[in-house]
């Protein structure tokens, strides 16, 4: 199962619908993006360990699976972007989506243009321009080009939507961030009640880089990195 390469990359389209398939796989060529589509989980998987995407559109409601545990499985061994496209429009199912790693949650049904427009940024979040390689504050370094952190020399594993969070808190230090703040500009989402999936990994930051005073709690105003 694989997919010739294009000029745009290739997306992962996992739909079990095949009208919302086509009428997105459309759209996207038409964006120059090659698109494999699949209509399962297990073929998914399988399409994952054999070509190389950069970017994922899933539907939640899958004929073999739940579409949050392909999300898991996604983000527990890559940092591959994950949009999550379902009819499925309650706020657990958003939050425990984000929480899992999704970059982004649209709801059906939607617009094709705005899908589109919604991966673009996603790609955008994802594959930054840096300007500024390396980052140092204290004993924490962090550099954009290989995505890597380290605390006093010692390498720290983090996800994709952990490194985005820590390095936007490092490019404004002693600037206090609004949780709707850090979610519309580390995430690119705005909705009500959303803000919980940025405590949480923020709470994943203190613990893996075990520098409490690093990022610090403004009462009533959100967080704040040491400056």
Not at 67 to 84: E, F, K, M, T
Not at 94 to 110: H, M, N, Q, S, W
Not at 116 to 135: G, I, K, S, W, Y
Request: aromatic share 6%.
């Amino acid at each position: 199962m694989t997919v010739a390469a294009t000029r745009g990359g290739t997306i992962l389209l996992v739909e079990d619908e095949e009208d919302i398939a086509t009428l997105v796989r459309t759209y996207l060529e038409r964006e120059g993006f090659g698109v494999m589509w699949v209509s399962r989980c297990a073929d998914a998987l399988l399409a994952l360990e054999q070509n190389e995407f950069r970017l994922a559109i899933l539907d939640l409601q899958l004929p073999d699976a739940d579409g949050l545990d392909l999300c898991r499985a996604i983000r527990d061994s890559s940092s591959l972007p994950v949009v999550i496209v379902t009819a499925r429009d309650e706020e657990i199912d958003r939050i425990v989506g984000l929480e899992l790693g999704a970059d982004d949650y649209v709801t059906k049904p939607f617009s094709p243009r705005e899908l589109v427009a919604r991966v673009r940024a996603v790609l955008r979040r994802a594959e930054p321009e840096e300007t500024q390689d390396a980052v140092v504050t204290g004993d924490i370094a962090l550099e954009h080009d290989g995505r890597t952190v380290s605390v006093a020399g010692r390498p720290i594993e983090l996800t994709g939507r952990e490194f985005d969070l820590l390095a936007y808190f490092l490019a404004h230090p002693g600037t206090v961030m609004s949780r709707e703040r850090l979610l519309e500009r580390v995430w690119g989402l705005s909705f009500p009640g959303g803000t919980r999936t940025v405590d949480v990994h923020v709470a994943q930051l203190r613990r893996k880089l075990d520098r409490p005073d690093l990022i610090r709690t403004v009462r009533g105003s959100g967080y704040k990195a040491a400056a």
